[in-house]
């Protein structure tokens, strides 16, 4: 991969990954902080419920307009126009969903309720009024993207997050102490209205996320009817493959309470099953980051046509397992101290998050591989696959979530986003071969593996956690070594890179060197000065053994080359290119 093109993937991913990890981490606190706050465990399935419900039709709403901005907008010499009339689209649909959900509030409500716990209505007119912000502000993010303005877009999504958690503190915390010390002002606050105080949260940190979005509004909008149709053309089945692609993620906490046996208990298993799936969530977080900086990175690289592209995708595919892999074994390796985040009473969850991290995993792969049909517009296969990723969760979780509970949440996932995985990376080399480094894939999925069974046993037989966390830093420090050895190109890294640069340099300099001192030795003769052969020796041996690098800059060693060259020239050895004719380089 081009040094630059890596270099520039790097550093937006670092950008896009702080403003996706950090906040998401912030995130997983604030809900163990629900987990203790919130009366009940029901109380906690209760939101895992309502939060997979806004996931799904946040995508439905946007409809893949955001990546169908990302392309007409590196197509169209006009991408403001194209920015308008996608946020035209996004403004209208957005207001008739609000329209009718609140002319259909109360029978929502009933068709909702039920499970050990009453959907309150105007628990869904916060829900939606934070849908129908969250969808507003989907698009100007995306533009900050395509202006490749990470700064900024890390600060709002920061900003988003920092809010929600103060104003959950002014609730959960602030509030009790209030209504203690100024009941006649605080006589309003009740815990036992937590689910209330958590939603009015969002609702607040939304309303200010959009205001610091507003300035990205302030243009003229101009409307293209035809180029909306072609958008919506494009985008249509990125939204079918989003809806299937977030029910693969967030179905299993739609329909689980519908499908568990024991109605009065679901939304309590639902609320463990929810908190043990924050462990794998680092994984998640990893997989968007990335996504982040490698959707408008694929687009801008097919712009640009250079002859190198597909080896570029194929080589940020590689690193992205590569890292996928570890981040698996860092977090399995070190559970028993990350277990101790969540409360003991969701610890008989933990042992989903294996199964959930490695099906996460596979759907970062997929999502690489499936720039074979975004670049080449058929698009329709993504929908395709990722409708036969959701009848794969489906049918699984149908048939078993009633007898394994939510061990059938997390197998349905793995499987059905390693069939997409499979069958994405089949069709894109039909369609778009990339050669992909199969090799070193497989090399380091069967390390991950040994070493993940290493740690499992660790865990089986090793009674001491102290040893235990001993044992598993060797295993995760052995993949690491191979990782920096073998793969990571340590010099096209950002910051660090130029200090490795220096050392390869000397190494790269070296390897000529020692070529031409090979040369040298087969060109010699019986009357060559024998000190200069001892030299050459000895040169060849320091080099052989790589102890040192080469003292000389490439400025030194041209001149020495030109001054060689110009001392045989003028009578004080043969010539380069009579030794050449001489003795013919093997």
């Known amino acids: 991969m081009a040094a630059g093109g890596m270099k520039t993937l790097a550093k937006e991913t670092a950008i896009y990954g702080f403003s996706s990890i950090v906040p998401k981490l912030l995130s997983w606190v604030l809900g163990l902080y629900w987990a203790f706050a919130l009366e009940t465990r029901a109380e906690m399935g209760a939101i895992t419920n309502f939060y ?67 959907i309150k209505p105007h628990y869904l007119v916060v829900i939606f009024l934070i849908l129908g912000i969250d969808v507003l502000a989907a698009l100007p993010f995306a533009y900050l993207r395509f202006q490749k303005r990470p700064i900024k877009f890390a600060f709002v999504k920061m900003l988003n997050v920092t809010l929600t958690i103060v104003f959950n503190l002014f609730f959960f915390l602030l509030c009790p102490w209030l209504s203690k010390i100024s009941p006649e002002f605080f006589g309003w606050y009740d815990i036992k209205n937590g689910v209330d105080y958590i939603l009015y949260s969002n609702l607040l940190a939304s309303a200010s996320q959009f205001l610091f979005l507003t300035p990205e509004l302030r243009m003229k909008f101009r409307f293209d009817k035809n180029l909306l149709k072609q958008m919506l053309r494009y ?89 996928g892999l570890l981040i698996f074994l860092f ?61 794969i969760t489906l049918a699984i979780q149908v048939v078993f979530i009633p007898e394994f509970s939510y061990m059938a949440c997390a197998w349905a996932a793995f499987a059905a986003n390693l069939v997409m995985m499979t069958v994405s990376y089949f069709l894109g080399q039909k369609h778009y071969p990339i050669e992909y480094d199969l090799k070193v894939a497989g090399r380091f999925s069967a390390l991950a ?61 070296m390897t000529v060197l020692e070529r031409k001192i090979r040369i040298a030795r087969t060109v010699l003769d019986e009357d060559f000065d024998e000190n200069v052969l001892s030299e ?46 001489k003795y013919p380089e093997k």
């Open 52 to 118: 997979a419900w806004v996931a799904l039709l946040q995508v439905i709403l946007t409809y893949g307009m955001e990546t169908g901005f990302f392309r007409f907008a590196n197509k169209e010499s006009d991408f403001n126009k194209v920015y308008t009339t996608g946020l035209i689209s996004i403004l209208t649909t957005t207001l008739l969903f609000l329209v009718a959900s609140f002319s259909f509030l109360h029978p929502i409500a009933n068709a909702l309720s039920g499970f050990g716990m009453t």
């Open 235 to 323: 985008s249509y089945p990125i939204m079918i493959l989003g809806i299937a692609g977030v029910l693969n993620q967030t179905m299993d906490k739609i329909i689980f309470p519908m499908l568990y046996p024991d109605k009065e208990d679901a939304l309590t298993q639902l609320g463990i099953y929810g908190q043990s799936f924050k462990i794998a969530i680092i994984m998640v977080m990893f997989t968007q980051a990335f996504r982040y900086a490698f959707e408008p990175f694929i687009f801008a690289k097919n712009k640009e046509a250079s002859s190198g592209e597909r080896k570029s995708y194929a080589d940020a595919s590689k690193y992205f397992l590569i890292l």
């Open 331 to 391: 977090t399995m390796g070190y559970i028993d101290v990350i277990k101790f985040l969540i409360p003991r009473n969701y610890h008989e969850g933990l042992k989903v998050v294996p199964i959930v991290m490695l099906g996460e995993l596979f759907f970062g792969i997929y999502f690489n591989l499936s720039l074979w049909y975004k670049l080449t517009d058929k698009t329709r296969w993504g929908a395709y696959m990722s409708v036969l990723g959701f009848l």
């Open 449 to 509: 593996a040994v070493l993940f069974a290493g740690i499992m046993l660790s865990h089986a037989y090793v009674n001491s956690v102290a040893l235990r966390l001993v044992v598993n830093t060797l295993l995760i420090g052995i993949y690491m070594v191979v990782v920096i050895k073998k793969q990571l190109p340590l010099r096209e890294m950002p910051v660090i890179g130029k200090y490795f640069n220096k050392y390869y340099l000397a190494i790269n300099k």
């Open 536 to 581: 050459l020796e000895w040169m060849l041996a320091v080099l052989s053994e790589k102890k040192i690098p080469c003292q000389y800059s490439v400025e030194e060693l041209n001149a020495r080359a030109t001054q060689g060259v110009n001392d045989a020239e003028a009578g004080y050895g043969k010539t380069f290119t009579e030794m050449r004719e």
